[in-house]
């Protein structure tokens, strides 16, 4: 693809703004292949264009097979894992929950957190690559003024919003919750993964702009990364009924621990964890990216587990550690269409 946009090739094949933008950032020395690879791609699927997530899915498989994994050092498990850790070492140990979370409690043995902590030598020790997703879970009121609208354009604008939100089906996860009925605060929650910030930013500002977006009202939003290890594709919830999430500050007094005692209060939260195999446990990290440190997201068919997984969580030692916490959200997973219909029109 030449800097003008337009691709060199037997067959015409037109790119995305942010697929040129991908583009450029990749090194100059395989970038052709890059650009032949992405329009190969398309013309194989058929597709209308070369669009940020071809780029993505180009440049992914291409680092898979450029890993070695014989050439990774085995690592001991600590007992001190590290929950979605930041990119960079940080010196702030984290939260406890995050082994009971490595196992999400879903039977599929998936370690969504890994830890880069030095070795006896004080070397750094290289781990497993992670493929980092960015999450957010966004929280929408719907002004009442929208029920007084004209059934024509009611019927507009959720057509318009439902298309904004299909459209970017290709580059994010999107699934829909809604609060009609369990929460005063808001109405519709959407849960959204992708491996780009800046597409998540520019769906909400899609949405927001259109018709319906006008009445909606973003009352909470919270933003952080899930890692996921020996895994490229994008981070999917489960396909549960309910979803609780829950935005937790650890306080200073935690990190100030010995290591020990932290070793002990841990053991504790993995056991509360374990007693609730019919919830998957999920651990989002928000250092840095939001107000809070980490996001629990707790995924399950039953509303009286979440309830009691709350419940013993509370009870545990490492609440009093837990300097700021809301007492969370929860939905009801619902398709954006059926939410639509149940907020009128």
């Known amino acids: 693809m030449p800097e003008n946009g337009s691709p060199e090739s037997e067959k015409s094949v037109s790119w995305t703004e942010d697929a040129q933008a991908l583009l450029r950032k990749v090194p100059f020395f395989i970038r052709k292949n890059v650009e032949k690879e992405a329009e190969e791609y398309v013309r194989t699927n058929s597709l209308p264009k070369v669009d940020a997530s071809v780029i993505a899915r180009i440049k992914s498989s291409k680092t898979e097979r450029s890993e070695e994994p014989a050439q990774v050092p085995a690592v001991e498990e600590s007992p001190v894992a590290v929950a979605a850790a930041p990119p960079e070492p940080s010196p702030e140990p984290a939260l406890p929950?995050?082994?009971?979370?490595?196992?999400?409690?879903?039977?599929?043995?998936?370690?969504?957190?890994?830890?880069?902590?030095?070795?006896?030598?004080?070397?750094?020790?290289?781990?497993?690559?992670?493929?980092?997703?960015?999450?957010?879970?966004?929280l929408f009121r719907l002004d009442p003024a929208w029920r007084k609208l004209h059934p024509t354009e009611m019927g507009h604008g959720k057509r318009e919003f439902h298309e904004i939100v299909k459209s970017y089906s290709n580059q994010i996860s999107v699934f829909s919750y809604c609060?009609?009925?369990?929460?005063?605060?808001?109405?519709?929650?959407?849960?959204?993964?992708?491996?780009?910030?800046?597409?998540?930013?520019?769906?909400?500002?899609?949405?927001?702009?259109?018709?319906?977006?006008r009445y909606l009202v973003t009352e909470k939003n919270y933003m952080g990364y899930l890692t996921q290890q020996n895994s490229r594709a994008i981070f999917t919830p489960n396909k549960s009924r309910f979803v609780h999430v829950k935005p937790i500050v650890m306080s200073p007094?935690?990190?100030?621990?010995?290591?020990?005692?932290?070793?002990?209060?841990?053991?504790?939260?993995?056991?509360?964890?374990?007693?609730?195999?019919?919830?998957?446990?999920?651990?989002m990290a928000s250092y840095g990216l939001d107000e809070s440190d980490f996001v629990l997201i707790l995924e399950s068919d039953s509303p009286e587990q979440l309830v009691e997984f709350n419940n013993a969580f509370q009870g545990g030692q490492v609440y009093r550690y837990i300097s700021s916490s809301q007492r969370g959200i929860t939905a009801i997973s619902r398709s954006v269409s059926d939410i639509l219909d149940l907020l009128g029109g």
């Open 97 to 138: 929950i995050s082994a009971a979370a490595e196992r999400s409690v879903n039977g599929q043995g998936e370690t969504r957190v890994s830890s880069n902590r030095p070795d006896e030598g004080g070397q750094r020790v290289n781990e497993v690559a992670l493929s980092k997703d960015f999450s957010s879970f966004s």
């Open 179 to 213: 609060l009609v009925g369990l929460n005063g605060t808001g109405d519709l929650l959407l849960w959204r993964t992708g491996t780009s910030l800046e597409v998540l930013q520019e769906m909400t500002g899609k949405m927001l702009s259109t018709f319906f977006g």
């Open 253 to 283: 007094e935690w990190h100030q621990l010995a290591p020990f005692i932290r070793t002990v209060i841990e053991k504790e939260t993995r056991d509360i964890a374990a007693r609730f195999p019919t919830i998957r446990l999920t651990t």
